[in-house]
């Protein structure tokens, strides 16, 4: 069997070209005679690929001098915790709940700090994105959090919340380097890496260097702390060496597709066929408020649970899998990431024709 149309939320699909150097150098590394997996993450080897791979991403993103790049594990919900631990000085934030992801990293904070939910679109199952042009954020607020992409509902905030000066803090893990972002209007952006940038095991956090203190909250662990990471090069411990290393080449993948800039095109122009389609088909619905409109995640469905099901199951058959929409929402969601070809969402949508007019 060949190649599928993968349209996973995460882990999500990769580059081919990503995918097929990874396995060219698997058993010998550049001459090292060894496959990353195998070497210390204290070898000069690794120490270039780690360099590298944070240089790559400093170029495609243009971070400022003043901002640390840290290569973490524990996946986004670990964030969840190391934010409020790390930045809740005042023991107060506020939260913009527009999605699950949003709502368990409101509920986390809330362990360590009071965190309030100052603006929500929980009324309308997510489907849009609340206006967040004047919010009432404390005067005493550490940070604001927003989840900038909702991977899940398909929504992405088009303009920033109004912070009123707080610093702003944002998962950006289903949208990182979909498009160019001006990194000096937040004080953390941090991600998951399986959804857009590489394999699962890898969170990036892009912290403003003032905020990379000892001052903790109390009984904050070691490992928990940015300034341990920051202090090592992300060396402090083994780090997910082999997910790093798929990161750096997906970088250097971007680099060669023109950047974030020309991503961003791509994406747009990807997105618009699917969004077009489902703006004129009678059996397709997609579920979301247009202006709050994902470029990465697209939800939606035909109104009838039967037929959704059938439509994944011939989808699946057809080679477009992992359509199905999360286990909360139901329904189809297609996630289209970097690396899925503009082919793919044109031939997706080519199946979504045929399916309606076998269906109508
Ligand atoms: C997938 C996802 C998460 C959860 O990520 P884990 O790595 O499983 O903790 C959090 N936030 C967003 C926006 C996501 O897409």
Redo the contacts with the bound molecule.
């Keep these: 069997m060949g190649r599928v149309y993968n349209f996973s939320a ?1 882990p999500a699909v990769l580059p081919e070209e990503v995918l097929k150097e990874a396995a060219a150098e698997m058993l010998d590394y550049q001459g090292s005679g060894q496959s990353v997996m195998e070497m210390s993450h204290r070898s000069k080897v690794f120490d270039k690929i780690i360099k590298d791979a944070e240089q790559d991403l400093r170029d495609l993103l243009n971070i400022p001098d003043n901002y640390k790049v840290l290569f973490l594990q524990g ?3 670990l964030q969840f915790a190391m934010i409020p631990m790390n930045l809740m000085k005042n023991k107060v934030a506020d939260y913009i709940v527009t999605g699950q ?1 949003a709502k368990r990293a409101f509920k986390e904070a809330q362990k360590f700090g009071d965190a309030k939910c100052i603006a929500s679109s929980e009324d309308k199952t997510f489907s849009y994105i609340p206006d967040c042009s004047d919010l009432p954020i404390d005067d005493n607020a550490d940070y604001v959090y927003i ?1 900038e ?3 899940i509902y398909g929504t992405k905030f088009k303009t920033l919340p109004n912070t009123k000066g707080k610093d702003l803090v944002a ?1 950006v ?2 949208c990182f380097l979909s498009e160019p972002m001006d990194v000096s209007k937040y004080a953390v952006i941090y991600g ?1 890496a ?2 857009n940038i590489g394999p ?1 095991g890898v969170v990036i956090a892009i912290i403003r260097e003032d905020l990379i203190t000892e001052d903790v909250l109390p009984g904050t662990p070691t490992m928990l702390m940015y300034k341990t990471h920051a202090d090592n090069d992300s060396l402090y411990n083994t780090p997910p060496c082999y997910g790093i290393y798929i990161c750096g080449k997906v970088f250097k993948w971007l680099k060669k597709q023109g950047g974030l800039a020309a991503m961003k095109e791509r994406n747009e122009k990807k997105a618009k066929i699917l969004y077009d389609f489902l703006d004129e088909s009678k059996l397709f619905k997609g579920t979301v408020e247009k202006n709050s409109r994902s470029l990465m995640n697209v939800p939606f469905v035909t109104g009838d649970a039967d037929l959704d099901a059938k439509f994944i199951k011939e989808a699946t058959e057809a080679g477009f899998v992992n359509l199905k929409g999360h286990r909360s929402v139901g329904g189809m969601r297609a996630s289209i990431y970097n690396a899925m070809p503009i082919e793919g969402v044109e031939k997706l949508v080519e199946f979504m024709k045929k399916f309606e007019a076998e269906n109508a």
């Design positions: 995460g996946g986004a919900h992801w989840c992409n909702n991977t998962d893990s289903s998951g399986q959804k699962a």
